[in-house]
């Protein structure tokens, strides 16, 4: 799948969302603009605990909502039944007067028929981080580029090798995807491997297993266990008779961090290996030389802009800036952020503002 960018709009990187302040209402993928009361009722709903993400997006929007005058209602689907659970969490938002839901979807494609029952409410859809797929019931997705993280992915992984294994000719990898129920999974790929191909064409790159497509790759359910069992066969196949396996493409961080603990229990040489989040314990391995690189996508921005966007609906404007993401059933207005990359060369800089992380990257 290639990013599909239809018909831009006013493109530019902008952190904040500038409004183009004219009240005229706002039709976004759905149809029709709805009044939103100043206290309105504002659902969340996110996907379980897969991510550290996550578990701060929770807390962040409880405090901004509340803050910004408005409701919360935010929920987490269960680990055991996520998919059934959050259909059933999004029905009661809308059954108890929510008139904003904001969704961070456990499945991307399996919520055409409570965003219908929304949109026929009268309820302002605003798809978080993953872009659902297949409804044209979505007034807004906001989340960072995706496909830009995934191009920061597969330079790290490029830039790691040629600094910790400069001397060889060619470099042994293995690719990991997330899960097939999040859209952002081949966005992420596809990033990647928009760098990585060509390596794997000229021969500067070795995918020693040949698992170079998305569905041979996939982590389900974006679970660290599927990550390690994964790298551990992969290491028994290919690469037990002394074959060396310099870098991982890593999703993300939580597998990232399997995928090191795997080839250390095979006792392999620290392969480089990128993430994705930052999340403390993948920050805490990249300033000890373990995991390589991780990508910044600040959740304390990106939960802002959301409840800016709300806001800014709820005054009666529009947000200027959106360019438009085609999810399979419209053309969805889009608010992309800038990830940023991470590796123990910039962390201290990145980091800075970060109350939690910025100690970590102390000598
Ligand atoms: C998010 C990532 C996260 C992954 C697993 C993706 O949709 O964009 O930040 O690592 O889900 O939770």
New binding site residues.
Partial sequence: MKKKLLGAIALSAVAGLVLAGCGTGRDGGGDGAEEISEDARIGVAL?DR??E??VLAGDLFVDGLEEAGFEPDVQYAGSNNPVQDQQQQIEAMIQNGAEVIVIGAADTAQLSTQLQTAKDAGITVISY??LIENSENIDYYI??D?YEVGVLQGTALLEGLEERFGDEDTWNIELFS??PD?S??PVFFDGAMSVLQPKIDDGTLNVVSGQTDIAATATQG?LAENAQERMDNLIQGNYSSGTEVHGVLS????LARAILASASDAGLETPVVTG??SEVESVRSIMAGDQYSTIS?DTRLLVADTIELVSTLQAGDEPAETEALDNGAADIPSILLDPVIVTQENAAEVYADDPNLAPLTED
């Fill in positions: 996907p897969t991510s993400n996550w981080d993953r989340a960072f995706n997330g899960s999040d952002n999974a974006w999703p993300n961080d939580t994705q989040d996508k």
